[in-house]
């Protein structure tokens, strides 16, 4: 548990005491997940809170032809299904885990008692609310360029993504075919 307390300092800008996040974490459930078993489903209402505790999670939406791969999830994330947390409608992205994983759940109710309840949790919850919508902003500039551009980023960047994530879901995240993917990662081995 420590570790994942110090992930989750570090996701933001406002560091949080250590009685703060024991008390966050005082209701955590752990919830293991096998690879390719789905922890939120999209069309379906999920308020409660999860935080990465082990390996890569992803969110995935269709745009009417294919599935799209949004972002990826790493220990100390925070996982909310904003549609059923804030407005109370079915979950819009699918998150899944892309190899075994692990994730502590925390009630949505819990939250919102200590957002009321602790400046300080409110504070830190508006802090790293701010900073994921940063990192959403940054992962436009970090995954940009061709094809290739993007990959390499990924690579040097993010490469606990590369090692334990399908190439069929990276190929989405990077906005590739997974052929073009193959062509691109054997050409890099062959330099």
Sequence with gaps: ?????????????????DKLLDDFLKPAELVELRKGEILIMSGRLEP????????VIRYSYM?????????FALPGSIIIAMHSFYAHLPAFYQVEACCK???FKIPQSHYEHLVATSHEFAQWALRYAQGQLFFLEKKDSVVNGNAKE?????????????????LKYIASYLGI???????LKKQLQNK
């Design 1 to 17: 548990m420590e570790r994942l307390k110090e992930l989750l300092a570090v996701e933001c800008s406002f560091k949080p005491s």
């Design 48 to 55: 409660n809170i999860y935080i990465v505790k082990d390996g």
């Design 63 to 71: 745009d009417g032809i294919k599935e799209v791969t949004y972002v």
């Design 101 to 103: 994983s692990a994730v």
């Design 150 to 166: 993007r990959y390499l980023s990924l690579i040097k960047k993010r490469p606990e993504i590369i090692q334990k994530v399908p």
């Design 177 to 183: 075919t997974q052929p073009y993917l193959s062509y």
